[in-house]
């Protein structure tokens, strides 16, 4: 049984963040906009600041601040390995943001195809991961497969997907859960399945991050994504894979920069400061655990494992108590899991409709009391196309650790006021 989350130990986490003291018209604001980007942490503020007071240097250099920002960086990949469960904190890259690094790994990865293989993509999944392997594939004549969702509860349809991957299929790209319904995709059991293919495959955690503890070596993957601003920390992508593909694929660089992993593949002058950051969000996380455990010699991912159980089971309850709000709405439609027995198969994040209002509308409306939605596609652009929401969308209602269940009541009242 995990240690729970009480309501005392969330106001300890939420004064962390500078940001959720801000108010609006005498309120507190409501930050639901987390899965476009969460709030920060004190701490990840504090160590940018001190990597830019005490050791703003480059890399590589044969004096001190020179040294003691490589020795940061490198406890900034062993922190993001520690995260995905990595063994070798080498195969940590880190780049601008998920988007960027993806489309530079498709282009090495899609070298290794050939006219007449094929890849997998879904119509689930952020763009990021969609049109980054597409591309590659339409540059080396492989054909695209798409995988089809079940509209009803938007889920990915995992048979149609197993169905399309055959002896020339050389990439399964899958998100670990949508950025737009919030579905859990099961990642592990995908894997497995494209492994007796001996296919590689790609995962973006990018919005499972804050939600769910990730776990490359028991999710079986050959690559996986995240983005530190999605979970506590600063505008940083992540890519993990394998060592022996970092060392043999061939990576687009200027010369002469080192082709040692990981600089191999991290192209051009990197955001130390905020690879400093990136260290200081893990670590909150793992903090929260040590302090639920009541132990501090737990390790990083002793801790982490900790945290994420008990954030599970708090924003379980939450998004349960959001959704049966939502439903007590009259003509507001929920695109996605809305069972309560079924809340394990999604992260809380939901999206909904109303034909009363666009979705732009809307959240002009809650963002007018405080409360701060996203209203689009999300660059979920393939779902809100199966769903027949473009170009409107739908309104995004992110729930993270630190948002509390006054908040969900005052968002629940909110639309009542608004769609009466």
């Not at 530079?104 to 006219?115: D, G, I, P, Y």
């Not at 900790?306 to 007590?328: P, Q």
């Not at 769903?387 to 009541?409: A, F, I």
Request: charged share 20%; proline share 3%; glycine share 6%.
């Amino acid at each position: 049984m995990a240690t729970p989350l009480t309501a005392d130990l969330i106001q300890k986490c939420r004064i962390q963040f500078p940001a959720l003291a801000r108010e609006h018209d005498g309120q507190p604001a409501i930050f639901l906009d987390g899965p476009a980007g969460t709030q920060v942490t004190q701490s990840v503020i504090d160590a940018i600041s001190h990597y830019y007071c005490t050791c703003n240097a480059n890399h590589g250099g044969q004096f001190a601040t020179s040294r003691e920002s490589d020795v940061l960086v490198q406890q900034a990949h062993q922190a993001l390995a520690d995260f995905v469960g990595a063994d070798n904190w080498r195969e940590i890259v880190f780049g601008a943001n998920m988007t960027s690094l993806t489309f530079a790994f498709s282009r090495a990865v899609s070298q290794t195809w050939s006219a007449g293989d094929n890849i997998v993509v879904t119509r689930l999944d952020h763009d990021a991961n969609v049109s980054t392997w597409a591309l590659a594939a339409r540059d080396q004549q492989v054909e695209v497969r798409y995988a089809d969702i079940h509209k009803q509860d938007c889920t990915l349809d995992v048979d149609d997907l197993k169905s399309k991957i055959d002896e020339r299929t050389r990439l399964v790209a899958v998100g670990f859960a949508s950025n737009s319904s919030g579905s859990i995709n099961p990642v592990k059991e995908i894997t497995a399945y494209a492994k007796q293919f001996q296919t590689q495959v790609f995962i973006d955690a990018v919005h499972s991050a804050p939600h769910r503890l990730i776990d490359v070596a028991g999710i079986g993957c050959d690559f996986l994504a995240c983005s530190t601003y999605k979970f506590f920390g600063p505008h940083i992508g992540v890519l993990w894979a394998k060592s022996e593909i970092l060392e043999n694929l061939e990576a687009y660089k200027v010369r002469p920069s080192s082709m040692d992993i990981p600089d191999k593949w991290m192209t051009g002058t990197q955001n130390f400061a905020s690879l400093c950051g990136s260290r200081a969000a893990v670590d909150y996380i793992a903090d929260l655990g040590r302090t639920l455990a009541d132990d501090g010699s737990l390790s990083r991912r002793e801790a982490l494992q900790v945290a994420y159980a008990a954030i599970t089971k708090y924003e379980d309850d939450l998004c349960t108590n959001m959704i049966a709000g939502l439903k007590s709405i009259e003509g507001l439609r929920i695109h996605g899991i809305t069972e309560d027995e079924r809340m394990q198969e999604r992260v809380p994040t939901v999206s909904v409709t109303h034909p009363k209002l666009t979705a732009a509308e809307l959240a002009n409306q809650l963002g007018e009391r405080g409360i701060y939605a996203w209203d689009g596609n999300y660059y979920a652009l393939e779902l809100t196309e199966q769903l027949g929401l473009e170009p409107d969308g739908m309104v995004r209602l992110g729930l993270v650790h630190y948002n509390t269940q006054q908040e969900v009541d005052r968002l629940i009242t909110a639309l009542k006021e608004i769609l009466a």
